[in-house]
């Protein structure tokens, strides 16, 4: 089981299994941040009509202190895997949910051995037929 959480600081220590939204208040908010640790799902979702566009991703690991797991495999907080922005506008761009798992079932492994977080900043905008 996959908990979400809502917060309002950048400041954040997951354990594995959990995703986060890192904005305060996601029902009024546009511009949403959220992520997943590695092999669970993250959810991008937009109220009303409205629809997701994708702004930032990445799969891997730039902090040592978000997605808990064994110290060895936090070392590397350089890992990115610049398709991911790609991958996740494909998956959920121009729809008003989707869902998407953090793992190498959907992105290639940037840094084997490094356990790894998907994070995505995205906006929720009006659809458009053009």
Do not use: H, W
Request: charged share 20%; aromatic share 10%; net charge negative.
């Amino acid at each position: 089981m996959t908990m979400i959480l809502t917060i309002n600081t950048q400041s954040i220590i997951m354990a594995k299994g959990y995703s986060v939204y890192i904005n305060e208040d996601q029902e009024t908010t546009k511009n949403r941040t959220t992520l997943a640790c590695e092999g669970y799902p993250i959810e991008l979702r937009c109220p009303g009509s409205d629809v997701v566009m994708v702004e930032t991703a990445n799969y891997g690991r730039t902090d040592d202190k978000i997605c808990d797991a064994d110290p060895f495999q936090m070392e590397n907080t350089q890992c990115y895997l610049p398709d991911a922005l790609k991958i996740m506008g494909q998956r959920c761009n121009n729809r008003t949910q989707c869902v998407v798992v953090a793992g190498v079932d959907v992105f290639p492994d940037p840094c084997p051995g490094t356990y790894k977080y998907l994070e995505i900043q995205y906006e929720c905008v009006p659809y458009s037929k053009y």
